[in-house]
Structures are given as C-alpha cells and as structure tokens.
C-alpha cells in the first residue's frame, strides 16, 4: 500500500498526460458547472429547444414560401397562380399556429419553473428562519425583494431573452447563410461598418444596463420596507392628520425607484431604435445591391431575400434587443441563485 | 388631565376607541366626560399609541422623523419625560450617545421598551390628545410610576388599562376613572 502510494503521482501524471486533461480544462469545466448563469440556462433548456424548434420551421416554411415564389414569378398559367397563392396561404396558416403553440409551450414551462423556484424560496426561508433570526431586518427585506421582485425580473428580463435569442439567432444563421447564397460575402463586408457601430453602441447600453440592473434591486427592497413601515404606522399619523413626514419618508425611496425604471425603458428603447435603423440602412444597401446588380441577382432571388430579410430584420432587431435586455436581469438572477444564503 | 378608561382583557376598551377614532368623536367623548373644551377642532392632533403596536423597521431617528420629532430633543428633556428615556434607552447626556441611540434599529428593542418608546413618541408629539392603550404593558413595576409621571405631563391623555390608576393619583389632580362596562350608548350622542 506504501509502496502504491508512492508512486501515485507518478501513476496520476501518467493519466494526464494519457487522456490529455490539462489542470485548465478542469478548471474550465468546474467554473462552467457552477456558473449560476449556465446553470440557468441549462433548467430552461425545454424553452429553448421548444422555442428554437419554433425558428426552424419558421426557416423551412420560408423556404417553401420562396418557392411558391419563384414559381409565381416564372409561372405564366392564372390556374398556377391561383393554386400557388392558395398552398402559400395554407402555409402561412400553418405556420402561425404551430409557432404559436410551441411558443406558449416554451413559456408556459418557464413559468412553471418559477413557481416551483418560488415555492423553493418560501421553504428555505421557513426552515433557515430560526438560525438567522438575529437579523431580522436584512433577511426579511430580502426575501421579500426576490418573491416580489427578482423572481419576476428574472424572467422578465433573462429566461425569456435567453430563449428568444437562442431561436432567433438559429434563424438569422439560416437566414444569413441564405442571403450570402444570393449576394455573396460583398453583402456583408458593406454592412460591416453598421455591425461594428451597433457592437459598440450596444456594449453601452449594456453596461448602462448593468448598472440600473443592481440599483433597481436595492431601490425595490428598501421599497417594500418603506411601503410596510407606511401601512403600519398610517393610523397614528392618521390621527394626527400629519402625513408630511411620512409621505417625504416614502418619496424618498419611491422617486429614484421610478427613475431607474424610466432610465431603464428609455435606454433600452434607444438601443432598439438605433437597431431599427440599423436594420433600415442594411435593408437600404441591400435594396441597392439588387437595383445596381452589384451582387448579380437574379429576379427570384430578389424575391426570396426580400422575403428572408422581412422575417430576418425583426429577429435581428429583437435579438440585439434582448441580448442588451439580459443585462437589466444580470443581477436578479444572481441574487436568486443565493437562495440557500437567506 | 388623565381619563383613564379601565376593565378587563377583553372588554373592549380598544374597539371602543377605534370606533371613536373611526366616527371623528373621540374629542366629543373626552370633552363630555371631562367637560374639557376642544373649540370644536375634532378631526386632528390626536396622538395615539394603540395595541398592539405597529411593526416599524427601521432606526429611532427615522421613526422619529416621521412623527416630526427631531431627535436631539432627547438632550433636553424634562424631568418626567427623562425618566421614562433612561428606562428605554441608556442614559443620553452627549451628542455621541445619541448619535448610537439613534442609529438603533426599533426591532432591537425588547418589548417593554418598545412600549416605552412609541409612549416617549406619543408624548412627544405636539397634539391636543393622547391616547395611550396598556401603558405599563411589559414593564417592570419598579418604572410604572415614572411612566405614569411622564403621562401626566401631557395636558390631556386618554388611557386605557387593566386596573384603575387611581392608586398612581394624588389627591390634587383631577383625572377621571371610568369602568369601560359603565360606558353606555348615550354618551355618544352628540
């Protein structure tokens, strides 16, 4: 046994080099294994493949639709056209309805989710109560603020950007790669500069963002502390008829609380009007791409990048939008996942 | 002048103030049996300190804020009303000791002295009434007779209790005690 013990460094080098694990792959795939935000990821993980799932039939729709036009296009028989139009419309049908449910799906297992989080929450804090009951004030505020707040602000503002953004990026790859087909890479060395300003400008926002993200937090707990001081003690002030002091108590709280939701909206209004415009000028260049042959376009293949960028700017627009969004929700998630700390 | 209103747990003295509180006639009612006169100024500066006590969470200097007390009156008070401070808090003779006391969070508080405190607000609040519900509740007997003290230093008190307090009395003060059985329906026709 001695004997084997001495040799096991040796035993483990051997393993190592054998099998090619270095110390830093280990320590990649433990920072990843408890990294709170993958872990999140991972339990939603049904919303997204239901979600994404969604995005691929959109894709494969689309390009059925394209086909019907290019048939419409080429096609001279008014029987075709009126057949053409009809199947195009069955497949629009058929389309809204099976994103639609498998959309509610992906939702409603999200909020199933955080009811069962939510219960979870409310065990911990019944069972850890009397070992923390020196400090009261703290854990109280807290716990309220995340089954009030950061519960909700979690998925809000991670869970479902996190499953739109996985889907619609699996749609605009697809969409991507069918308009490179058409226009080739010169379609996208034009549009690089707008991509780079949208980089930068969306890395602002973000950490903007951020920022309002863990103030808001702070801002809700001392809200509900205000708000239940003020309910308690509204008799007494009642009586007197003096509700000045009380009212200025709750103001105090109450008015950068609201700020920072406005900031919040305003900002992340800003980012999806700066990419609207940017979807405008990439749709503007493509557009002149077509007119001046510069990408030597055929006639269908206008159609059908006409029909792939009028689904494909949307979730672009809403993709760079959720991705800045998930900032806002950054800190909620992290508060939530120190459920066992309460 | 103190109308003290007594009976058992139970017998409804809180409700009966509530309901006077409630209907705007709590002055009417002091003014019929005391015969005190309020100049017909009913709905307002009536300070109250009702069972069981509101739930505040935050430190002394806020809470006393909200009732527009400024806390350095703590320096400076007179001899009842110090009395009845040093049974709630250490005894505040520096800015220092005051600063500590302020910061205390009212939860910290045990229950006798959170009685004691939210009386001490009561007392201190500009108001042409006070209404104090139970209080010697969860104090010790040594102090009720400084709390009784500090109370009288109020011009007008309604209080409520299990006893009479007619035995904390001197024979100069004029105060009235009511059994709240003895309390019928006329008295609230106004």
Same mark, same amino acid.
Request: aromatic fraction near 12%; glycine fraction near 2%.
């Given at each position: 046994?001695?004997?084997?013990?001495?040799?096991?460094?040796?035993?483990?080098?051997?393993?190592?080099?054998?099998?090619?694990?270095?110390?830093?792959?280990?320590?990649?795939?433990?920072?990843?294994?408890?990294?709170?935000?993958?872990?999140?990821?991972?339990?939603?993980?049904?919303?997204?493949?239901?979600?994404?799932?969604?995005?691929?039939?959109?894709?494969?729709?689309?390009?059925?639709?394209?086909?019907?036009?290019?048939?419409?296009?080429?096609?001279?028989?008014?029987?075709?056209?009126?057949?053409?139009?009809?199947?195009?419309?069955?497949?629009?049908?058929?389309?809204?309805?099976?994103?639609?449910?498998?959309?509610?799906?992906?939702?409603?297992?999200?909020?199933?989710?955080?009811?069962?989080?939510?219960?979870?929450?409310?065990?911990?804090?019944?069972?850890?109560?009397?070992?923390?009951?020196?400090?009261?004030?703290?854990?109280?505020?807290?716990?309220?603020?995340?089954?009030?707040?950061?519960?909700?602000?979690?998925?809000?503002?991670?869970?479902?950007?996190?499953?739109?953004?996985?889907?619609?990026?699996?749609?605009?790859?697809?969409?991507?790669?069918?308009?490179?087909?058409?226009?080739?890479?010169?379609?996208?060395?034009?549009?690089?500069?707008?991509?780079?300003?949208?980089?930068?400008?969306?890395?602002?926002?973000?950490?903007?963002?951020?920022?309002?993200?863990?103030?808001?937090?702070?801002?809700?707990?001392?809200?509900?502390?205000?708000?239940?001081?003020?309910?308690?003690?509204?008799?007494?002030?009642?009586?007197?008829?003096?509700?000045?002091?009380?009212?200025?108590?709750?103001?105090?709280?109450?008015?950068?609380?609201?700020?920072?939701?406005?900031?919040?909206?305003?900002?992340?209004?800003?980012?999806?009007?700066?990419?609207?415009?940017?979807?405008?000028?990439?749709?503007?260049?493509?557009?002149?791409?077509?007119?001046?042959?510069?990408?030597?376009?055929?006639?269908?293949?206008?159609?059908?990048?006409?029909?792939?960028?009028?689904?494909?700017?949307?979730?672009?627009?809403?993709?760079?939008?959720?991705?800045?969004?998930?900032?806002?929700?950054?800190?909620?998630?992290?508060?939530?996942?120190?459920?066992?700390?309460? | 002048?103190?109308?003290?209103?007594?009976?058992?747990?139970?017998?409804?003295?809180?409700?009966?103030?509530?309901?006077?509180?409630?209907?705007?006639?709590?002055?009417?009612?002091?003014?019929?049996?005391?015969?005190?006169?309020?100049?017909?100024?009913?709905?307002?500066?009536?300070?109250?300190?009702?069972?069981?006590?509101?739930?505040?969470?935050?430190?002394?200097?806020?809470?006393?804020?909200?009732?527009?007390?400024?806390?350095?009156?703590?320096?400076?008070?007179?001899?009842?009303?110090?009395?009845?401070?040093?049974? #709630?808090?250490?005894? +505040?003779? $520096?800015?220092?000791?005051?600063?500590?006391? =302020?910061?205390?969070?009212? &939860?910290? !508080? %045990?229950?006798?002295?959170?009685?004691?405190?939210?009386?001490?607000?009561?007392?201190?609040?500009?108001?042409?009434?006070?209404?104090?519900?139970?209080?010697?509740?969860?104090?010790?007997?040594?102090?009720?007779?400084? #709390?009784?003290?500090? +109370?009288? $230093?109020?011009?007008?008190?309604?209080?409520? =209790?299990?006893?009479?307090? &007619?035995? !904390? %009395?001197?024979?100069?003060?004029?105060?009235?005690?009511?059994?709240?059985?003895?309390?019928?329906?006329?008295?609230?026709?106004?």
């Amino acid at each position: 046994m001695a004997i084997g013990r001495a040799y096991l460094p040796q035993i483990l080098y051997f393993i190592q080099r054998k099998f090619k694990i270095s110390l830093l792959m280990f320590k990649l795939f433990v920072y990843l294994k408890k990294n709170i935000f993958l872990n999140r990821i991972f339990s939603i993980k049904k919303s997204i493949i239901t979600y994404s799932l969604a995005s691929f039939f959109d894709i494969f729709i689309i390009l059925f639709i394209s086909d019907i036009f290019n048939k419409l296009t080429t096609g001279s028989s008014s029987t075709n056209i009126f057949y053409n139009v009809m199947v195009c419309m069955a497949f629009i049908a058929f389309r809204t309805i099976l994103v639609f449910l498998l959309r509610k799906y992906a939702f409603s297992r999200i909020f199933y989710k955080k009811i069962r989080d939510e219960k979870l929450l409310v065990d911990n804090f019944i069972k850890k109560r009397i070992n923390n009951i020196l400090n009261i004030e703290n854990d109280l505020n807290l716990f309220k603020e995340k089954l009030v707040n950061s519960s909700n602000l979690s998925v809000v503002n991670f869970d479902i950007p996190i499953v739109v953004v996985f889907s619609e990026l699996i749609f605009a790859i697809g969409g991507i790669i069918i308009l490179l087909k058409i226009f080739g890479l010169r379609l996208l060395l034009f549009n690089l500069p707008i991509f780079i300003l949208l980089l930068f400008f969306s890395k602002f926002v973000s950490k903007k963002l951020n920022i309002l993200g863990k103030n808001f937090l702070n801002y809700t707990e001392k809200r509900i502390n205000s708000i239940d001081n003020v309910s308690e003690i509204a008799l007494e002030l009642s009586a007197l008829n003096r509700t000045e002091n009380l009212l200025g108590y709750f103001q105090k709280v109450n008015e950068p609380f609201n700020k920072i939701l406005n900031e919040q909206i305003i900002t992340s209004n800003m980012m999806q009007i700066f990419t609207e415009s940017s979807s405008f000028i990439i749709i503007l260049i493509s557009l002149i791409c077509l007119v001046t042959n510069i990408t030597e376009t055929s006639l269908a293949n206008t159609a059908t990048s006409l029909a792939v960028l009028s689904r494909l700017v949307p979730s672009f627009t809403r993709s760079v939008s959720f991705i800045t969004q998930l900032q806002f929700g950054l800190p909620s998630v992290k508060r939530l996942s120190q459920m066992n700390k309460i | 002048m103190i109308l003290n209103i007594f009976g058992p747990s139970g017998s409804g003295k809180t409700t009966l103030i509530k309901d006077l509180l409630k209907s705007n006639n709590i002055k009417y009612f002091f003014e019929k049996i005391t015969k005190k006169d309020f100049n017909g100024q009913f709905n307002e500066n009536i300070s109250i300190s009702l069972m069981p006590l509101p739930l505040f969470r935050g430190d002394v200097k806020e809470f006393f804020y909200i009732f527009n007390i400024k806390v350095d009156i703590l320096l400076n008070l007179n001899y009842e009303l110090r009395n009845l401070s040093d049974s #709630i808090f250490e005894k +505040i003779d $520096t800015q220092k000791k005051l600063e500590i006391v =302020s910061s205390r969070n009212i &939860e910290t !508080f %045990s229950a006798g002295e959170m009685r004691r405190l939210f009386l001490l607000k009561s007392l201190l609040v500009k108001s042409d009434l006070v209404i104090i519900d139970e209080p010697f509740s969860n104090s010790d007997k040594k102090i009720w007779n400084k #709390i009784y003290s500090a +109370i009288k $230093t109020k011009s007008n008190a309604i209080v409520l =209790s299990h006893q009479s307090l &007619e035995k !904390f %009395s001197d024979e100069n003060e004029k105060n009235f005690y009511v059994n709240v059985s003895q309390i019928s329906d006329e008295i609230f026709i106004k």
